[in-house]
């Protein structure tokens, strides 16, 4: 079953560092999310991503973040100047055709830890 | 303000006792109701997409039901591999979830 991919699974990082978080979406679809989770709150909506622009972002998705599809299989979030409250889990997710929402696959995720 | 909200926070079963978990809603506008399956440590995994009231979905143990103000997810004669968080998402406008909390779901052999 096809699936998307997300590297790493765990990443540490000093605060004000910037990190990248890695993921290859299944191979056919058009459009592309990032969300994350703090440990034990809500899932939460960064950004979707479709045709080599940003489709719609949330509030948390301001200035220190930005994704990029930087070649026809993968889909980075790239975070600059991490901050403690950055901590928590980065989950990649593509869908095929996302008018009405079939087809959303998620990533494992990234463990985001800053320390 | 759009909420999702879903009761209990947390279930315990033994192995064979059915029970529902509930999602309730207030955005305006919905597209869609989901519900996944969400592992520790692990991605949400989808399990059912719902999108008008009176519209039932079916997958093994697990029943899904919608209202115009909330869905229950059924599950009958659990097993402990059925142990997990269950998440309700609802789609409105745009392409992007809102999440529930979740359910922690234990179910004991």
């Known amino acids: 079953e096809p699936e998307v991919t997300q590297t790493p699974s765990h990443q540490v990082t000093q605060m004000g560092q910037e990190v990248i978080l890695r993921c290859v979406p299944i191979?056919?679809?058009?459009?592309f999310y990032w969300y994350r989770q703090i440990l034990g709150q809500k899932v939460e909506f960064l950004v979707s991503?479709?045709?080599?622009?940003?489709?719609?972002k949330s509030e948390i998705f301001d200035d220190q973040f930005s994704v990029e599809r930087p070649d026809g299989s993968n889909f980075t979030l790239k975070i600059r100047s991490t901050k403690l409250e950055d901590s928590a889990m980065y989950f990649c997710?593509?869908?095929?055709?996302?008018?009405?929402?079939?087809?959303?696959?998620f990533g494992s995720g990234t463990r985001l830890t800053v320390v | 303000e759009d909420q999702v909200t879903q009761s209990p926070e947390a279930l315990r079963l033994q192995e064979g006792e059915s029970s529902s978990l509930n999602c309730s809603y207030t955005?305006?506008?919905?597209?869609?109701l989901f519900w996944y399956r969400q592992d520790p440590g692990k991605g949400p995994e989808f399990l059912f997409t719902?999108?008008?009231a009176g519209e039932e979905k079916e997958k093994e143990r697990l029943k899904a039901t919608l209202t115009k103000k909330e869905s229950f997810l059924h599950i009958t004669a659990p097993k402990p591999e059925d142990s997990a968080t269950y998440l309700c998402?609802?789609?409105?406008?745009?392409?992007?979830?809102?999440f529930g909390p979740g359910t922690r779901l234990s179910v004991l052999p």
């Open positions: 991503f479709y045709n080599n622009e940003i489709s719609e």
């Open positions: 997710a593509s869908s095929e055709a996302p008018s009405r929402g079939e087809g959303y696959t």
């Open positions: 191979s056919n679809h058009l459009y």
């Open positions: 998402a609802v789609q409105y406008y745009g392409q992007n979830f809102v």
């Open positions: 719902l999108y008008s």
């Open positions: 955005v305006s506008g919905l597209r869609g």
